[in-house]
């Protein structure tokens, strides 16, 4: 899943990197912009599956009492 989110992170840096190019932005300043929205694009999504993550670990029924059936007999001594 890392591999992923790096890759999606170097895309979201090669296709930024064209778009600030194209706007006539000195270099220094169009890679110094990409290199930002590589690292916001590849935080977010790390943030996203590790959210997935615990999510997907939780268990639903924690802390969940299971009721007791009303008409079992209680287990008095007699």
Do not use: C, H, W
């Not at 930002?36 to 802390?63: E, K, Q, Y």
Request: net charge positive; hydrophobic share 55%; proline share 6%.
């Amino acid at each position: 899943m890392n591999k992923i989110i790096f890759q999606l992170g170097a895309l979201s840096f090669f296709v930024s990197l064209v778009a600030f190019s194209t706007e006539r932005y000195p270099m220094l300043d169009s890679i110094a912009k990409a290199f930002i929205v590589f690292i916001i694009v590849t935080v977010a999504l790390s943030a996203l599956f590790a959210l997935t993550v615990v999510m997907a670990s939780r268990d639903p029924n924690r802390g969940k009492d299971e009721p007791r059936p009303v008409n079992k007999p209680s287990q008095t001594v007699a």
